[in-house]
């Protein structure tokens, strides 16, 4: 009972009952600052991966606003933020940088990147040369039943829109298309895509954050666009995939 006291008590204060025993505490490394920076939530552990869940969680963060484009965030400042050590979050940010969300900055940490609207409408174009195709030979081909058995992911996205939640929004926006994508069998298509997709979801430098309105409206779409599929009416279908990727150039 002493001994089992005397461990409680040398407990790091940031450590939570939820970090899982394998988890080193944070440790800093040279050159990398920890003072002066916003805020991140922190999560619970409770995926088995603490890499994953903590790509995961900054992923969560890059979307919601809350690691904000142009700051540099030190891997030691961060693991200290979420209980854990600099190594995963090292590993998850070296992730993220090639997926071209933030920079490395030598002796520092990482940056998050700061993109235009121009970066966004290329990147809207080039989802819509792959998807549009895609979806309306697919409008052809796979019958009404296929279609309704997409209906929750659909409706995942009207409920995460309606509380405002952006990151759960973003998960099930992509879990949508590419459940849709993934009817043409095409495993290469719907990797890319869904690269593509990510991309586009990483916030912009000195906007406002995506409205709830927005999210909603994004979200309507998806319904709307399931309704005329499973009707087989092609007309629709066409003016509402292309009004989609339309939208989110704008």
Known sequence: MEQGRAREQARPPYASATTPASVRVP???????????????????????????????????????????????????LGARFGVSATPVREAMQQLAIEGAVEVVPNRGFRVSQRGPRELAELAEVRALIEVP???????????????????????????????????????????????LALCGNEQLVTVADDLHRRSQWPLGNTPATRRADLLADAAEHT???????????????????????????
């Open 27 to 77: 440790e800093q490394a040279r050159g990398e600052h920890i003072h002066s920076e916003p805020p991140v939530p922190r999560p619970a552990v409770q995926r088995h991966s603490v890499r994953g869940q903590i790509l995961d969680a900054l992923r969560a963060a890059l979307v919601d606003g809350q690691l904000v484009p142009g700051q540099v965030y030190s891997a030691p400042a």
């Open 134 to 180: 895609v979806m309306l030979r697919l409008a052809r081909t796979v019958p009404p039943a296929r279609w309704c058995a997409l209906r929750p992911l659909a409706e995942a996205t009207v409920a995460a829109a309606a509380v405002g939640d952006r990151a759960s929004y973003a998960e099930t926006d992509r879990a949508f298309h590419g459940a849709v």
């Open 224 to 250: 709307a666009l399931l309704d005329a599929l499973i009707a087989q009416d092609l007309t629709v279908v066409q003016s509402l995939v292309r009004e989609h990727f339309t939208g989110a150039e704008t």
